[in-house]
DNA sequence: GTGAAAGCGCTAACAA
DNA sequence: TTGTTAGCGCTTTCAC
């Protein structure tokens, strides 16, 4: 490990000296504001150049109040979801000479807590949140009261003044379920994230997560619409965090239950990984023996045997929208535009079938 | 979006002001350093509550010359490798105190410079870096110079004062590769990224990147050892900077050229997509019509039809262990142990087969 | 166009 | 134990 006695770096003042200007001037010509001679620019250039200066940013921000930083919270950096969100949000700040401090709450309220204190005691121009609960939210509070710019990315939070950017999931989970009664299905399990600490399933709950609420709606009103008259009784949530083997264990015990679901749909990629092992496990195969369909879009879902059917939304272009947002209202003459509406969309693959009982009957 | 006045926070003064005591003494008992009584500090504490104080971590770093922050840069978020990696960072990070400031540098030499450029400007007490390329390391060096602690993840570079944290693969790509030739491969081609500018393959080439370096040899070695005699032909780097459609537009080249080869290794997620892809719109089936291998272990790949043979590394552990690594070089008393050595493990699963043509013969 | 001096919010000597 | 006094490196009046 180099440890170098971390010499002093240069200095304004060290410039100054070397160009023998004060130390205003130097930091005129270093800084690029006010007004300096050409002739003194460049011998203040060159003095830098010469002492191998490099502005302090800390101080710099110390006296501007301006950071050029913006803080993004997010559940799981793990999920590709929020990869792919988070690259979307880098690109476009880096592009508007911004940095971007990451932080992992684990989908942990308690640590998104924390975070929000730290990045705020960092003084980051604004804040990009993924709010692990849409209820709990005094911590959006302090943002929005320390006066900086707050966006929530995915998921809405009760009573916040942010811009949100999310997706409406909501017609094509619709549709995807649509697609599942249509061919016959009445037994579709639901199974997704969200630690209820094991409570079952009930409207209160899933309120506390917009997108999860979101979703979730419109998969039962499909039900609904269809005569399906109990949807809410194969519904899984909290599914990873049931011990031992979360996802895979939720799966077992729903397809070894009497009233076995003929269809599963998964809340998420990671969610479904753990249902398509569960299955394999279980020797179940897709679509003959359960139809399936999960939200996010990755390529895999479209090389595996069969390609899965999917709801798509698009997680960069949401970072990117997300760090704009941000940073409109951040910027002086920010005008802050409503974000884009993205929305989810269907994309038909072969992982739906007629239930096995009705192509039984048919025969 | 909230455009509160940005209204001006407590600041120690403040305090101080409220519990009638000196400004150095509330910093004091607000900071926990030094010496308080227990009267002074609980009514500091309380005038601290009271106003909403919140301490100011950039005036802190000022003093101190510590920022309790950590510079990640990496080639690419998107990438799932780099993914885990980060969370294994960012998990170790947290449970120390630090804070990590992301950074892409998109596999791009410029990009990185500049990003080593704004983390030491924004003064992280330490950086940990994927760098794109193992000769041009100047920036590098800066970072020794600058007296800061660094931690090279994934990939050497020339004569830096570094602790590497890698993994060493070249045991299970051996292994992996001899799996090939004992089945009968001839002719195996290798896939990966690594932007070449257009260049053919070449020793002095592939040493700009230590790991593409070192996967490669062993691949290269074990076909030699079963006596193929120009393994290098079948080479092709930079596959994903091809017009158009990258790694795709590679695999059809190969595939219908007079000598195709008979297997594939990928040497990444993301090139083996780009290549299953490929083979699938070729018609062509793994491992009737082709055999295949892969660096990189994710759930995806076993649940494939068929399932993937892989050479796995601990992306997660590899992170952490950097983190921890770095820490150590930065804390005062921080012991600078050797990291343990990490090491590629061949997961033999169904994606290989006798070539065609041989089991042709052997009828 | 340039310089002197006062701060930003905090920590760190040094006295008292 | 507490207060006084300097800074950290920079920006920003305000004179000249």
Redesign the interface.
Known sequence: ???????R?ATVADVANEARVSKATAARALGDYGAVSDAVRSRVLAAAEALGY??????R??NT?R?H?IGVIVG???N?YF??A??GI??VA?DAGY??????SGENLEAEREAV??L????VDGLIVAPASSLDVDHLHS????????VLLDRRAEGI???VVEADLGAAAYEATALLTAEGHRRIAYISTLDTGGEPYSEALISRSSSVADRLGAVLTAQRDAGITEPEALIRLGANAVRPDGVKTVVRRLMEQADAPTAIIASDSLIA?GV??AL?DLELTVPDDVSFVMFDDF??T????PALTVVSQPF?EMGAEAAR?LI??IEPG?A?AAPPVFTGRLIRRDSIAAPRESRLVQR
């Open positions: 490990m180099p440890k170098q006695p971390r010499k770096d490099r502005p302090n940013e800390l101080a921000t110390m109040g950071s930083t799981d950096i793990e590709p990869g792919l988070t690259r880098s690109d880096k940095n971007v401090v990451l932080v992992n204190r730290v705020l005691d960092r003084r943002v929005n009261n320390s006066g900086r710019s707050l003044d942010a811009v990984l398509l092992r394999r390529e895999w479209s090389l595996m045997t960069y947002a409109a209202g920010g802050v």
